[in-house]
């Protein structure tokens, strides 16, 4: 847990404009990712995370781009009446 704990305080350090959603189907696992509030990463922590795993090392889509074409709904396929 302190790992994503870390993660969602290094999120929420790259500004006041950033904010990271947290995914939580019970109120339990909500407290517990709430608790990243109370976690204080100082310059250095941030630094050696930064170090480790470079911020453009994780950029990118989620999906394949085949894949963000059927997500994107501009793109999608005119609908058509089922044939029986």
Do not use: C
Not at 4 to 15: A, K
């Amino acid at each position: 847990m302190r790992r994503r704990l870390s993660s969602y305080r290094v999120v929420m350090s790259r500004g006041a404009d950033i904010v990271p959603l947290i995914g939580a189907r019970r109120r339990k696992q909500l407290e517990e990712s709430l608790r990243a509030l109370d976690l204080n990463l100082t310059a250095e922590d941030l630094a050696r995370i930064e170090s480790t795993i470079p911020a453009d090392a994780v950029a990118g889509t989620r999906y394949s781009e085949d894949q963000m074409r059927h997500l994107d709904m501009r793109n999608a396929p005119p609908e058509t009446e089922p044939s029986f």
